[in-house]
């Protein structure tokens, strides 16, 4: 699948296990879009390599953007707790 310059791919950490948004968001989404949508597919299992969870909740997680570089060609939007000492 070939990501757009406006695109960018959604990846998300929770309890432990990671995955990635099937589709492709815009890069400019708000992060309470964001926050929505994985906290939709998360409660519904569509987050591949994270088991459907039906409290899930992000309220609190951190929301990265990286844009797209050498090593990695797309826009990359990162959802994670937060850490101690971060």
Known sequence: MVI????????VTWKGQ????PDTVS???RDEDVRQWITEATRGGGIPGIEADPTASFEDFVIDRFL????????????????PFG
Not at 18 to 21: Q, W
Request: hydrophobic fraction near 30%; avoid cysteine.
């Open 68 to 83: 797209a570089n050498e090593a990695r060609p797309y826009n990359l939007i990162q959802v994670r707790p937060k850490v």
């Open 27 to 29: 890069r400019d989404a």
């Open 18 to 21: 990671n995955g990635d948004l």
């Open 4 to 11: 757009e310059n406006t695109e960018a791919r959604v990846n």
